[in-house]
């Protein structure tokens, strides 16, 4: 019997060429979209999932709160993993991680060799303990137990030594550290929040090993907890433990919570301070889960349109079935047996086309899955639901749509357009049409907002500006040297020095109001010299820069401060703040602004514009030259800034990077998710108009008597065009106001992400309505254009 029908639906299909053609292209597009975003999201999903004791591990974080207001940070103070361990009993163990220098470069010097890493990280040797970390070379439980050790990737040990046992081999870091290699482990994983490529054991950092303090949250901490141990009763230790260390209330200006390791990924978007670079978007996740599934809906009422119109020239053929026997169960099966066909050779095809826009997703998406990541059990039971749903939708309406009818009403005449058939199949033009159009404004939206970013002012000017790193240089006389030659080239225009830029780094610090010293609000500080602001461009509305020198005996710091500072502060005018102290800023010195500049984005536009501090005081190191250039003939003044540093710092690699280009990664994420929006946006349109397509060459084809008429009458090809067309279109309108309130909606939604959003202009909507009721109509209008040219005697003629 299932033979019988295969070989029935194969002749079917080969008999209706075009349409077989369009739901196989449709059915196929649709697949192979709802598979790599679903491979996407799985790749999202399978996070830090693999580690044996996933379920049991648990970062440390911390909720600072300033001025009534609350930020939660991914790191907690140096005490903190080491008094829990001691203290808790449900905590098996812990281990600190610290960036290299909060983030910056480091560099590597083996000999006459330089590198620079930006993922180098000073760990507790305990990290073997809480994470699958496989070494390869080396003992975990004694590779970062010493000072002064390290374990590299397998990737960065082959870089660093080729062939050769890199064990027991020593590298300098920076002009500080001079490290051992005690072991080798394998290249993590590209689905672990952790991405280091080199781990010097912590204890090396004095600093950060031998000082347990309870007030410098800079740590990011992660424990393990025995299996079971409640994560409510945790946190209630943990916070007994912090008065307890904390015992004055007005000093304890945060607290502390845990946060599941398979939680970090892709909850952490109100969190900062994180470590790592591999972090995810949830809202994200949940943009293409849904993008996925509204893809092949569109592309099953595709399949269900076209076999719903193309069933009802088999009438009779199943009016004649029926009359000879057949049941309703029988011609179900039969049916579904052709969609079970159909679907298997979209299916096919569909991974065909997967294979080939594999490269082209992991452009646009930022990923690197492969054509094996198809092949796991995951995705082969996620592909075998696919195929049930689609097989089960799509073929659903055709199956009981036409058993359902009498052998007598089937066999006397057609169902006319006016039936349930004709207004189901204009249902599912609607549906189609409208995810679509949401789809496009969507991206109108991402695209808006992402222009919006990049044409707003940010309060200074990043353009024409490297930053070029020093931390490797052996002393002050080589970074004095740098500067003075980088002032003799003719293409540098202004030279300062720098902790941080605007867009990273800094130290988070607070102030007291001058109304009420005992409120306090959260401050970005970043040492810097007095040509800052002529280096980015910076305006005073009050004031002047930092002096150029200061004088050893001179204890006071010096400060300039936004305008947002004023505010907070407590003063009226920017002129009032001049000239007044800060007595808590760097606790025991006073700080004195001396001047006030122009509020400037130093952050995301996520964020809004809070207190920022530019400061003389020796408590930070000035890593980067900021340096401004005429960029008329760029390629060469890299060159020369090349050559010089290379003279000038001899033990350093040259490293640097240019602002605004740095500033466009803060938006990565969205940016990756506009784009796969958009890709995919026009693939949803192009199968939803597959499926117009095929309806209007099936309604052009069931009209053929009609038309043929009318031209004998003198119809004209417009009007036969025409007549031919409008009722999609009133279809596509239909659609366009259905998805206008919707698309707002979820849009409006997103906005609010961003503390600095465009408003969703009206003009969308119509340009979009326009646009996808331009597409139907070029869609339908070939094949109304087509009809209407026919030779109305062949058109006569037909049956």
């Not at 290249?187 to 952790?194: A, K, Q, V, W, Y």
């Not at 030659?485 to 780094?505: C, F, M, W």
């Not at 700080?591 to 514009?609: K, L, N």
């Not at 050559?643 to 240019?658: G, Q, W």
């Given at each position: ?522 401050v970005r500080t970043n040492r810097v010299n007095g040509d800052f602001a002529k280096v980015l461009n910076l305006k005073f509305v009050a ?257």
């Amino acid at each position: 019997m299932l033979l019988n029908y295969l070989k029935i639906a194969w002749r079917s299909l080969v008999k209706s060429r075009l349409f077989t053609l369009l739901n196989l292209l449709g059915l196929a597009l649709g697949l192979t979209v709802s598979l790599l975003l679903i491979l996407y999201v799985k790749d999202e999903l399978s996070f830090d999932k693999y580690h044996t004791n996933a379920a049991n591990i648990y970062r440390i974080g911390v909720t600072a709160t300033f001025d009534g207001k609350s930020a939660k940070w991914a790191n907690a103070p140096n005490a903190v993993g080491p008094s829990l361990k001691n203290e808790v009993p449900e905590v098996v163990q812990q281990a600190r991680i610290l960036l290299n220098d909060y983030g910056e470069t480091a560099f590597v010097n083996l000999g006459d060799k330089k590198f620079t890493e930006k993922k180098l990280y000073w760990v507790d040797g305990s990290i073997f303990e809480i994470f699958d970390i496989n070494l390869l070379q080396g003992n975990p439980k004694t590779a970062l137990k010493e000072p002064n050790k390290i374990v590299l990737s397998q990737a960065t040990a082959k870089k660093y030594f080729g062939d050769a046992n890199p064990m027991g081999k020593i590298v300098k870091i920076g002009a500080k550290y001079t490290m051992e290699v005690t072991g080798v482990y394998e290249d993590l994983p590209h689905n672990f929040t952790l991405d280091a490529e080199l781990m010097g054991s912590f204890n090396s950092v004095e600093w950060a090993s031998k000082n347990l303090v309870w007030s410098n949250s800079s740590f990011e901490t992660y424990v393990l907890l025995k299996p079971g141990a409640s994560q409510q009763k945790v946190e209630a230790q943990m916070t007994a433990l912090l008065e307890k260390n904390i015992p004055d209330k007005s000093d304890r200006w945060f607290s502390l919570w845990l946060q599941p390791l398979t939680d970090i990924h892709l909850n952490s978007a109100d969190i900062t301070n994180s470590n790592t670079k591999r972090a995810g978007d949830a809202a994200q996740v949940k943009i293409l889960s849904v993008l996925a599934l509204v893809v092949l809906v569109i592309a099953c009422i595709n399949y269900m349109n076209l076999s719903t119109a193309r069933s009802q020239k088999r009438f009779k053929e199943v009016g004649i079935n029926k009359t000879i026997g057949a049941t309703n169960a029988q011609l179900i099966g039969r049916f579904y047996t052709e969609t079970l066909l159909t679907v298997l050779l979209a299916l096919i095809l569909g991974l065909v086309i997967l294979v080939l826009m594999m490269p082209f997703f992991n452009d646009i998406a930022g990923k690197e899955l492969s054509v094996r990541d198809v092949f796991t059990p995951e995705v082969g039971l996620g592909l075998l639901a696919i195929f049930t749903f689609v097989t089960f939708v799509s073929g659903s309406y055709p199956a009981f749509y036409l058993s359902s009818f009498a052998p007598k009403s089937l066999l006397q005449a057609p169902v006319s357009r006016k039936t349930g058939a004709g207004l189901f199949r204009q249902s599912l033009v609607v549906i189609q049409f409208s995810a679509s159009i949401i789809l496009i404004i969507c991206t109108f939206v991402f695209f808006q907002q992402l222009r919006f970013i990049q044409n707003k002012k940010l309060g200074y000017n990043p353009e024409q500006v490297v930053a070029v790193m020093t931390s490797a240089a052996e002393n002050k006389e080589q970074i004095d040297a740098l500067i003075n030659n980088y002032k003799d080239l003719s293409n540098v225009l202004e030279i300062a020095r720098a902790q941080a830029y605007p867009g990273t780094g800094g130290s988070g610090r607070s102030m007291s109001k001058v109304s009420n010293p005992n409120e306090s609000f959260a401050v970005r500080t970043n040492r810097v010299n007095g040509d800052f602001a002529k280096v980015l461009n910076l305006k005073f509305v009050a004031g002047k820069t930092l002096p150029l020198t200061k004088a050893e005996k001179d204890t006071t710091v010096q400060i300039v401060v936004n305008e947002t500072t004023v505010k907070l502060l407590g003063y009226k005018t920017p002129q009032d703040a001049i000239g007044k102290f800060s007595e808590d800023l760097f606790w025991n010195r006073k700080a004195e602004i001396v001047g006030v500049v122009r509020d400037f984005h130093y952050d995301s536009f996520h964020q809004p514009i809070g207190s920022y501090v530019f400061h003389n005081n020796d408590t930070e190191s000035r890593p980067y030259v900021l340096v401004k250039l005429n960029t008329g003939n760029l390629e060469q003044t890299m060159k020369q800034l090349e050559a010089t540093f290379r003279k000038s710092v001899p033990s350093s690699a040259f490293e640097y990077l240019f602002l605004d280009q740095y500033l466009n990664t803060l938006y990565t994420s969205e940016t990756q998710t506009a784009r796969v929006v958009f890709v995919f946006s026009g693939l949803a349109i192009l199968i939803a108009c597959l499926g117009l397509f095929g309806l209007a060459a099936f309604t052009a084809e069931q009209r053929t008597k009609e038309i043929g008429i009318r031209k004998v009458l003198g119809a004209s090809v417009a009007g036969l065009t025409t007549l031919i067309s409008k009722d999609f279109m009133k279809l596509i309108v239909v659609a366009v106001v259905i998805a206008s309130p919707i698309a707002w909606y979820f849009m409006n939604s997103w906005l609010k992400n961003f503390a600095y959003q465009i408003t969703i202009q009206w003009w969308v909507f119509v340009v979009t309505g326009l646009l996808a009721t331009l597409i139907a109509l070029l869609t339908v209008s070939f094949q109304a254009i087509k009809a209407a040219l026919m030779n109305p005697i062949k058109s006569l003629k037909s049956e």
